[in-house]
Nanobody
Framework: VQLVESGGGLVQAGGSLRLSCAVS????????MGWFRQAPGKEREFVAA????????TYADSVKGRFTISGDNAKNTVSLQMNSLKPDDTAVYYC??????????????????????WGQGTQVTVSS
């Protein structure tokens, strides 16, 4: 299974970026895709997740109202539209797959250890 992120870059505060993640080689169904981020010296933190089967999304409080996760289950892609970016959003952003989400009570997990496949990450830098 391979996850490839794209769309990172440098943007001024208040600007927007759209990240994309393509998944290939997967054969599992009813999975959840999530976005996480990690800033220098900090732990990896949850950003957003989506499960198409249950039509569920969830967001970290810090990005609610500014970020939108969407995707195409048939194409195995997920995107993260990031608006009103702040310098605190600067981090490496990772997409991830929870391939066993269908066995969870809540399919959209915010816990990194729930996800078993990860991309290499894409850098997002927001200047003030």
């Amino acid at each position: 299974v391979q996850l490839v992120e794209s769309g990172g870059g440098l943007v001024q505060a208040g600007g927007s970026l759209r990240l994309s993640c393509a998944v290939s080689g997967n054969t599992f169904s009813d999975y959840t895709m999530g976005w996480f981020r990690q800033a220098p010296g900090k732990e990896r933190e949850f950003v957003a997740a989506i499960n198409w089967i249950d039509d569920m999304t969830t967001y970290a409080d810090s990005v609610k109202g500014r970020f939108t996760i969407s995707g195409d289950n048939a194409k195995n892609t997920v995107s993260l539209q990031m608006n009103s970016l702040k310098p605190d959003d600067t981090a490496v952003y990772y997409c991830a797959v929870d391939s066993v989400a269908k066995f969870r009570v809540v399919k959209v997990s915010a816990t990194p250890r729930s996800y078993d496949y990860w991309g290499q990450g894409t850098q997002v830098t927001v200047s003030s």
